[in-house]
């Protein structure tokens, strides 16, 4: 091997740190939109700084949560539409933040590739400084590493954490009861759960991301299925503000099946009217393509329910109104029981 003529350089090994400071100087922009009161300081230092009192919290509790997007990001490396997965990002931390209680507050990303596009991460990044900005927390920091032979050319990798805060005693769940109304709130889609069998579906149908999509006449399959997931903060906090709400559960892995039962009482269960609410389309189709038991659909995907509400029977009329002011389709699908466990009726699909 032959050496340049000054020695060998970060860069002759496939890193560009003036691509990073590019990318840093493009995005500000973007996580300037998302501060909010506590926003002490955010990109550029080694650390960031958030001021709770300055939020407006007098006890306050933290709570934190990390997630992914899973292999919907196959879908929009093969695509090229990359903007959706950072709402994705963000919808999948701060959707289970609002279901502790908590209001996020603050957001930070992890993005990692084998070589640094500029453009394609800072869409992507601006797409997180959006879901940030509709949940009302801020984007303070993250981590970009270009990391050379740890990806194929193009890929890349996204995780995120996110900090919420409530005031000490106002945790969720709390005095669930036999009685109390389950509302379903719609989701936009198939969210970001259960893709790898989404893939699967597309490659048995012999379709490609390209496609028409075959329940959408607008748009392709592949952008079809990268529909962010639905961000429920603003929404649910002001249900819980309202007085009423006991749980939330989050219709993510695990589908209704499993996700409801997380926020009830062990002896407690759920009775659910699988004829109360009409999923989007997207999972007939996958159910038809892969000749799927209605179980396994309840199990695996939201099938159209993104956020569930446990509520007092005497507010149920009056959280779904709100909710519905606040832009969600609500249903009443069903009740808590004094039996553990979901058992449903009526037929999904």
């Known amino acids: 091997m032959t050496l340049p003529k000054n020695g060998i350089t970060y860069a002759d090994a496939g890193v560009d740190i003036d691509a990073g400071n590019a990318l840093v100087d493009r995005i ?13 300081a955010g990109l550029g230092g080694f650390g960031a700084l958030f001021d709770l009192k300055g939020a407006g919290y007098q006890d306050p509790i933290l709570v934190a949560a990390t997630d992914g997007v ?12 990359v903007e959706g997965v950072g709402v994705d990002l963000v919808a999948m931390c701060v959707n289970d933040l609002v279901c502790q209680g908590a209001e996020p507050l603050f957001f930070l990303d992890y993005f990692a590739t084998g070589a640094l596009d500029t453009d394609q991460a ?29 990806y194929p050319a193009g890929d890349f990798d996204l995780a995120g954490f996110s900090v919420g805060a409530m005031e000490r005693g106002q945790d969720l769940p709390t005095g669930v009861a036999s009685g109390d109304v389950l509302l379903g709130l719609s ?19 012999g379709l490609s991301w390209e496609d028409a999509c075959p329940w959408s006449s607008e748009s392709s399959l592949g952008a079809e299925l990268l529909t962010p997931t639905r961000l429920y903060v603003r929404p649910a906090l002001a249900a819980i503000r309202a007085g009423g709400v006991h749980a939330l559960a989050h219709i993510t892995g695990g589908g209704l099946t499993e996700n409801l039962p997380r926020v009830l009482p062990e002896d407690l269960g759920a009775q659910i009217d ?41 507010r149920a009329d009056a959280l779904t109104a709100l909710l519905t002011e606040q832009g969600e389709e609500v249903t009443r699908i069903g009740t808590v029981t004094d039996t553990a466990g979901v058992q449903y009726q009526g037929t999904l699909l």
């Not at 893709?195 to 597309?202: E, G, N, W």
């Not at 799927?292 to 159209?304: D, I």
């Open 122 to 150: 800072a869409r992507i990044i601006e797409g997180i400084a959006l879901g940030c900005e509709r949940a009302g927390c801020a984007l303070i920091g993250g981590e970009t590493a270009e990391m050379p032979g740890m």
């Open 274 to 314: 699988l004829n109360s609410w009409t999923p989007p389309p997207v999972f007939d189709w996958m159910a038809r393509t892969g000749g799927m038991a209605e179980a396994e659909m309840l199990k695996t995907f939201n099938c159209g329910l993104g956020m569930i509400l446990v509520v007092a029977p005497d």
């Open 28 to 40: 500000k922009p973007a996580a300037k939109r998302t501060n909010r009161p506590g926003v002490m």
């Open 187 to 205: 989701s936009d889609g198939v969210h970001s759960n259960g893709y790898s069998l989404v893939r699967k579906l597309v490659g048995l149908s």
């Open 70 to 81: 899973g292999t919907k990001l196959r879908i929009a490396i093969d695509t090229g539409h």
